[in-house]
T-cell receptor, first 113, second 113 residues
């Protein structure tokens, strides 16, 4: 089955800095890669996703890049703000099967004012 | 739209008691999921239902049962609760085509004494 590794587990940055979270996956059939943000005590919510037919996608201060050859994808947050502090999860889903996403274990991002 | 609604939000049980967690979605999604979230473990899939009338085991199904009552509702039952089942439980739904994001409920915080 699919295996998703996510690094780092904890990331501490100063407000205004950039943050990068990386995920690797094992199943070359995976073609959908969402990122979820979970604030303390809240539910995970989708912040951005990318499909295998593109290499990069941006939405204001966040971007995701995908390298299918190397089987890794990354979340980039620029000009971080304290409200970006949360746990971020990556996931990978393969088509043609049961469409069950495999999640990374999460990255706790702390943005210091 | 309410999205995904879970009940109850909090519950305390004694070891050996049973209970059912309820989940309903109003987005006409085919697929529904139950996850548990424990510190440092990310989201672990308990059971899922790819479509109405089908259910399948996920990564950690032992001690749980599910029912896909209709397209909207997917319940999770603990027949004989154990302290190891103390966790936060999330229900989610998705369009079910493999390249659609999951929508999560607000979670049920379950403590078993």
């Amino acid at each position: 089955g699919e295996n998703v590794e996510q690094h780092p587990s904890t990331l501490s940055v100063q407000e205004g800095d950039s943050a990068v979270i990386k995920c690797t996956y094992s199943d070359s059939a995976s073609n959908y890669f969402p990122w979820y943000k979970q604030e303390l005590g809240k539910r995970p919510q989708l912040i951005i996703d990318i499909r295998s037919n593109v290499g990069e996608k941006k939405d204001q201060r966040i971007a995701v890049t995908l390298n299918k050859t190397a089987k890794h994808f990354s979340l980039h947050i620029t000009e971080t703000q304290p409200e970006d502090s949360a746990v971020y999860f990556c996931a990978a889903t393969a088509s043609g099967g049961s469409y069950i996403p495999t999640f990374g274990r999460g990255t706790s991002l702390i943005v210091h004012p | 739209n309410a999205g995904v609604t879970q009940t109850p939000k909090f519950q305390v049980l004694k070891t050996g008691q049973s209970m059912t967690l309820q989940c309903a979605q109003d987005m006409n999604h085919n697929s529904m999921y139950w996850y548990r979230q424990d510190p440092g473990m990310g989201l672990r899939l308990i059971y899922y239902s790819a479509s109405e009338g089908t259910t399948d085991k996920g990564e950690v199904p032992n001690g749980y049962n599910v029912s896909r009552l209709n397209k909207r509702e997917f319940s999770l039952r603990l027949e004989s609760a154990a302290p190891s089942q103390t966790s936060v439980y999330f229900c989610a739904s998705s369009g079910g085509t493999g390249n659609q994001p999951q929508h999560f409920g607000d979670g049920t915080r379950l403590s078993i004494l």
